[in-house]
Nanobody, 127 residues
Framework: QVQLVESGGGLVQAGGSLRISCVFSLRPFTNYHMGWFRQAPGKEREFVAGINWSGASTKYADSVQGRFTISRDNAEKTLWLQMNSLKPEDTAVYSC????????????????????WGQGTQVTVSS
């Protein structure tokens, strides 16, 4: 059964912090990458951050590097995105995703290579 469920979104002021979560169930797959993407109104979906199975490899979009941190706990089947120093341009629907057949050690920013997606959680940053 494959399931990805996000939570933790909300409204926050610019400069604030927020942590969003994704509980995943991806049996019978193993060794998959997990990631976060976001989509703002009128814009294309964009890669935010990715993490490999062990957590040893992470990748971030330039726009969030140094402000966001991705992490995962495979035993708890949970993925997190800690977002600090939030900006109004971070406002979007954030979705977690799973790359079940990763081609590389490092997560990919190419959305077409990700296999499953959650419904998303809204993050709104006010100025």
């Amino acid at each position: 059964q494959v399931q990805l469920v996000e939570s933790g979104g909300g409204l926050v002021q610019a400069g604030g912090s927020l942590r969003i979560s994704c509980v995943f169930s991806l049996r019978p797959f193993t060794n998959y990458h997990m990631g976060w993407f976001r989509q703002a109104p009128g814009k294309e979906r964009e890669f935010v951050a990715g993490i490999n199975w062990s957590g040893a490899s992470t990748k971030y979009a330039d726009s969030v590097q140094g402000r966001f941190t991705i992490s995962r706990d495979n035993a708890e089947k949970t993925l997190w995105l800690q977002m600090n120093s939030l900006k109004p341009e971070d406002t979007a629907v954030y979705s977690c995703a799973a790359d079940l057949f990763p081609r590389n050690f490092y997560p990919t920013a190419n959305a077409n290579e990700w296999d499953y997606w959650g419904q998303g959680t809204q993050v709104t940053v006010s100025s």
